[in-house]
């Protein structure tokens, strides 16, 4: 699976901003999906997943309320929408795939088999 993600940039505090992340190569609904973000000198941590089929998700808590994850399996794209960006979401955010035959989220890093090549978001105060 080859993933590429889009949609970061620089903006102020409290504003929006989705990622999208599209994938290619394979059956993109054989795959749990999630979005990492990795900030200098922090390790990379899970931000949001999401199932083969769309239903079950998971959330940081340090995102849950502002981020929502969801997918598009006709179109192989999964996206991050990030509402009331605070200085602490800058990271560089990567998208991830896992291939999996169960329903669930897969919340390791080392369940991913398949990482995209990060977008940098830039959130200033």
């Avoid at 993600?5 to 989705?18: D, E, F, K, Y």
């Avoid at 006709?74 to 200085?87: F, G, H, I, Q």
């Amino acid at each position: 699976v080859q993933l590429q993600a889009s949609g970061g940039g620089l903006v102020q505090a409290g504003v929006s901003l989705r990622l999208s992340c599209t994938a290619s190569g394979r059956t993109f609904s054989d795959y749990a999906m999630g979005w990492f973000r990795q900030a200098p000198g922090r390790e990379r941590e899970l931000v949001a997943a999401l199932s083969r089929g769309g239903t079950v998700k998971f959330y940081a808590d340090s995102v849950k309320g502002r981020f929502t994850i969801s997918r598009d399996n006709a179109e192989n794209t999964v996206y991050l929408r990030m509402n009331s960006l605070k200085p602490e979401d800058t990271a560089v955010y990567y998208c991830a795939a896992a291939y999996t035959v169960s329903g669930a989220v897969v919340r390791t890093t080392v369940g991913y088999n398949y990482w995209g090549q990060g977008t940098q978001v830039t959130v200033s105060s």
